[in-house]
């Protein structure tokens, strides 16, 4: 089918396309937010779960810590313990953990996000009421309830964002402080205040560093997998993806999506002449021109030796063979070898007048595209789009 005018290329209204995905890292299921930015190349950006909302994860480990307290506060008071220790509000502690576990648990889903920061919050007045009612306030020995403040601040580093780690260390500090003076801990309080805060910030800090790093592991293997080095293009495996995607929504909105197949005409005559080196450095230039040529929205991959593939959203054949014409005629200007210039062939397809599955549009622009190489001709032409009929 012959390619008609019409369809023109479009910013996005932010300047970038916002791809959900979701990676499973250090057992912690996280949102990743993948930009794909002009160069077409990604970076993946790890949100923490308390800021995206995601509740299977961050309900299921703020559970298990509710639940492991509850059970650990049960069997505290079946063992010897003080006998000025408060039995009674122990055990209504031990309920009220229960029933947030059982919340956390089973209810996740209806939670709403801020909701698990409160939780958090709420950990540390309950370790602070154990305090108080463990029966030093009465003479009784002291029972290093504040322990347990430490599960809270390692909950709150491996789960919530740098700020939010902040505010509920605060806030469990000034809870231990209110403790302390509840019980008239006396001047030995401020080392007690001191040491327990000081190794609780020092534990969570390490944690969510350790944390970030490993989010910064998972951002370059992500990063990684699905680039080219030597152009910084997506691959093969990188364009699949967002070949699905872009097909999936394409469906969804009724938009026009253009398929691009490009080949580096004589690559093998240039590392012969002239070396691998200068063919490197020729398809490293090709993907330079082809960045340079499209929008932040298009996807721009190497996806074989001499092959590059481009997909444009939003954009029919017309304007896909506007994009390869740009791009050609810069080409033209750069001189390789002894003074040839670079030369590209394209084959264009649209969705869905085309093909109506990837496999389908993929064929069809490679017979185009294998039609562009056998006219060797540079001109406009170079860029063919599949005969009518």
């Not at 029972?143 to 789960?159: K, R, S």
């Not at 580096?264 to 330079?288: C, F, M, Q, T, Y």
């Not at 040529?293 to 991959?301: G, S, T, Y």
Request: proline share 4%; aromatic share 8%; net charge neutral.
């Amino acid at each position: 089918m012959a390619a008609t005018g019409g369809g023109q290329c479009r910013e996005p209204p932010h300047g970038l396309l916002l791809l959900p995905i979701r990676l499973l890292a250090s057992s912690k299921l996280q949102i990743a937010c993948v930009y794909w930015r002009q160069a077409d190349t990604y970076s993946v950006k790890l949100e923490d779960l308390s800021a995206r909302g995601e509740p299977r994860a961050t309900g299921r480990i703020l559970g298990a810590i509710f639940l492991g307290s509850s059970f650990v506060t049960v069997v505290a008071i079946l063992f010897p313990h003080s006998s000025k220790a408060d039995v009674d509000a122990f055990w209504a502690l031990a309920a009220v953990m229960a029933v947030i576990a059982v919340l956390l648990l089973g209810w996740y889903e209806w939670l709403p996000a801020w909701s698990y920061q409160a939780f958090a919050a709420s950990a540390s007045v309950l370790v602070a009421l154990s305090l108080y009612f463990n029966g030093e306030r009465r003479g009784g020995p002291a029972a290093l309830n504040e322990v347990y403040y430490l599960w809270v601040g390692l909950c709150c580093g491996y789960l919530f964002t740098r700020r939010q780690v902040v505010v509920q260390l605060v806030f469990l500090a000034a809870t231990y402080a209110v403790a302390l003076i509840a019980i008239h801990s006396g001047p030995v309080g401020y080392t007690r205040w001191f040491i327990t805060v000081g190794m609780v910030a020092g534990a969570t800090t390490i944690v969510h560093v350790l944390k970030r790093h490993n989010d910064g592991l998972v951002d370059r293997l992500a990063h990684a997998a699905r680039a080219d080095g030597l152009t910084g293009l997506l691959n093969r495996q990188g364009f699949d993806d967002r070949f699905e995607f872009e097909l999936e929504r394409t469906l969804r909105t009724g938009q026009p999506l253009a398929l691009v197949l490009g080949d580096l005409d004589r690559l093998k005559s240039i590392n012969d002449r002239w070396g691998h080196p200068a063919g490197d450095a020729a398809l490293a230039e090709v993907g330079r021109l082809l960045r340079e040529a499209v929008r932040k929205i298009d996807a721009v991959a190497r996806i074989g030796g001499d092959e590059f593939a481009l997909l444009l959203p939003d954009a029919d054949a017309q304007a896909a063979l506007e994009v390869t014409e740009r791009v050609r005629t810069t080409a033209a200007s750069v001189i390789i070898g002894n003074g040839e210039p670079l030369t590209l062939s394209f084959g264009i397809v649209e969705f869905p007048q085309d093909g109506a599955t990837r496999e389908a549009l993929v064929h069809e622009a490679d017979q185009a595209l294998y039609e562009a190489k056998a006219l060797r001709r540079i001109r406009a032409d170079d860029a063919v789009v599949p005969s009518a009929g």
